[in-house]
């Protein structure tokens, strides 16, 4: 399978369902619970996702941003149909200075609970996720923030470290962005998420009206809602959660759900493409699969009793040298999947693939050759074990499939004994930033439609991993390619920065999310919704 580049870039927006959202083309037969036959109605959305918390302190990931993006308002937002930020509950937004980025509110802004929504709010929230720099959080797409003044109730100026921040305004619409209410939400610590329903801080299209974490979530249209969404197109949804993929199938074909996303298999979706009822889409996605190394924790890590920081390379060398993406593409995942050759999925301006070149045969291929030379090199003499750790929850069933195979890889080279474990997502969001795992699976949904989402998270001081890995090389380039206006000059570092971390090996990327996207006839702007900067907004589906 190919891809083309513009039109990749063009579709690269693909909302928080991951590559697989389904809709019925038939409303909910008896006993379902939905109502979204009846236009304006009651749309449900089913998922097998899991909420971390619904604080925006204390998560990075696709199951609570989910929700988060229908019950937080933010001061920038991508239109459905672009990926392009732009002012949501904000009345304006630009930058005032090199080092200043001037935002000024709509008037009459309100929570759900009366509490009236002004800059001391933005202030408080933004502030909040740096100071309680949750470990599970978003303050790593912060790290260019110096401060944030409430000039007065409307206007707020976000000063940053280094000038013409060419992403802060896509910063402002991601993770980081939701805007809360300093009177219902603590400053230095996450908040539950039942005194969180119970404050009622919501002012995006859509307010939490039950809550049963991990189960169902019914949210009603908020009318005081002013963002860049609008109205939204039906006056309530729901959001039910599925422990097996296997059910959340079943009722997309029995029809008592509207919409379905994250997680169904390569061959749920294979099948579903020959039932009549549904109607399936393929589409470029930015989602990226990939080994994560603790650097304190791996075969030869820091912090271990055999500590050989040129042993520890050469173990991540070698595992990059011996994994076969396009095996696990086509065999695991039907080629819903393509290989990953980069820390950037192809497609993004200034995306490069220096993997391809730096392992294995040097065109995408793997070589037990220099698997083994990067072994006698580095003094290895026998088979190395490793703790591999992978989520059977959270990125979909066929992850299994996808580790087993892993697993077969590397002990086939002789190089590797693996030991091979799950966890289901809640436990291990935490665990991984605990140093629990020394090697384990991740995945990644861009929150902003630029390379640099790529890389900033993951690979300076601080970072989302908690691998304890820095390179001071690599974090000059990172935060070069943030300012740099030129945008052949910037995609050149962007190049250099890819190249560095491949090097290094701080993560070993794996597959990017192909283009697939599954609707039905009568439920209206799926396809938009799925291109909405990477986020489900349930607001613009109707039947």
């Known amino acids: 399978m190919t891809m083309n580049k513009k039109a990749l870039r063009s579709a690269i927006a693909l909302a928080g369902v991951s590559a697989f959202a389904l809709t019925a083309c038939t409303g909910p037969s008896g006993g379902g619970t939905s109502t979204g036959g009846a236009a304006g109605g009651t749309i449900t959305y089913g998922t097998t996702d899991k909420v971390v918390t619904l604080d925006p302190a204390g998560s990075y990931d696709a199951g609570s941003f989910m929700v988060m993006n229908q019950i937080y308002p933010f001061l920038l937002n991508a239109k459905p149909g672009s990926a392009d930020a732009s002012p949501d509950i904000a009345e304006s937004a630009s930058f005032t200075s090199p080092t200043e980025y001037t935002v000024k509110l709509k008037p009459g802004l309100k929570f759900a609970n009366g509490h009236a929504l002004t800059s001391s709010d933005v202030k408080f929230s933004i502030d909040r996720v740096v100071k309680i720099a949750d470990p599970n959080g978003p303050a790593a797409l912060l790290g260019n923030l110096k401060s944030v003044e409430a000039k007065d109730d409307s206007t707020v100026v976000f000063t940053l470290k280094a000038g013409n921040d060419q992403v802060f305004p896509g910063v402002l619409a991601a993770n980081s962005?939701?805007?809360?209410?300093?009177?219902?939400?603590?400053?230095?610590?996450?908040?539950?998420?039942?005194?969180?329903?119970?404050?009622?801080?919501?002012?995006?299209?859509?307010?939490?009206?039950?809550?049963?974490?991990?189960?169902?979530?019914?949210?009603?249209?908020?009318?005081?809602?002013?963002?860049?969404?609008?109205?939204?197109?039906?006056?309530?949804?729901?959001?039910?959660?599925?422990?097996?993929?296997?059910?959340?199938?079943?009722?997309?074909?029995?029809?008592?759900?509207?919409?379905?996303?994250?997680?169904?298999?390569?061959?749920?979706?294979?099948?579903?493409?020959?039932?009549?009822?549904?109607?399936?889409?393929?589409?470029?996605?930015?989602?990226?699969?990939?080994?994560?190394?603790?650097?304190?924790?791996?075969?030869?890590?820091?912090?271990?009793?055999?500590?050989?920081?040129?042993?520890?390379?050469?173990?991540?060398?070698?595992?990059?040298?011996?994994?076969?993406?396009?095996?696990?593409?086509t065999q695991v995942y039907k080629g819903t999947y393509l290989p990953a050759y980069s820390v950037v999925p192809d497609g993004f301006n200034g995306a490069i693939q220096p993997l391809k070149e730096l392992y294995g045969d040097g065109n995408g291929k793997p070589s037990l050759e220099k698997a083994k030379k990067a072994f006698t090199d580095a003094g290895i003499t026998g088979a190395v074990n490793i703790k591999l750790q992978y989520n059977p929850d959270h990125y979909g069933k066929s992850s299994g499939d996808e580790y087993a195979m892993i697993k077969e890889q590397l002990e086939k080279s002789g190089l590797f004994k693996v030991d091979l474990q799950s966890t289901e997502w809640v436990t291990y969001s935490k665990a991984r930033t605990a140093d629990a795992y020394p090697v384990y699976q991740l995945g990644w949904f861009p929150d902003y439609s630029d390379a640099d989402n790529y890389l900033t998270p993951f690979f300076v001081p601080g970072n989302f991993l908690k691998n304890h890995y820095e390179n001071p090389a690599v974090t000059e380039l990172v935060t070069k390619q943030l300012t740099t206006e030129d945008k052949d000059e910037r995609e050149k570092v962007l190049g250099e920065a890819q190249t560095a971390v491949a090097k290094d090996l701080s993560t070993l990327p794996l597959l990017q999310g192909a283009q697939l996207m599954v609707a039905g006839a009568d439920v209206k702007g799926v396809e938009q919704t799925l291109d909405a900067s990477f986020k489900t907004r349930l607001g613009v589906i109707s039947k």
């Open 177 to 329: 962005g939701p805007i809360i209410d300093e009177e219902v939400f603590p400053a230095d610590k996450v908040l539950g998420d039942d005194d969180i329903v119970k404050g009622r801080p919501f002012a995006g299209p859509y307010t939490i009206e039950s809550y049963k974490k991990n189960e169902l979530v019914s949210l009603k249209a908020n009318p005081d809602y002013q963002g860049l969404l609008g109205k939204p197109a039906n006056e309530g949804a729901n959001i039910k959660y599925y422990a097996d993929s296997n059910n959340l199938k079943l009722d997309v074909q029995e029809g008592n759900i509207d919409v379905a996303g994250r997680s169904l298999t390569a061959t749920d979706a294979a099948d579903l493409e020959k039932d009549s009822k549904v109607k399936v889409h393929k589409g470029p996605g930015g989602e990226l699969r990939y080994i994560v190394f603790n650097f304190d924790t791996m075969p030869f890590g820091a912090k271990t009793a055999n500590a050989d920081p040129k042993k520890a390379l050469a173990v991540r060398q070698a595992m990059a040298h011996i994994v076969d993406r396009d095996a696990i593409a």
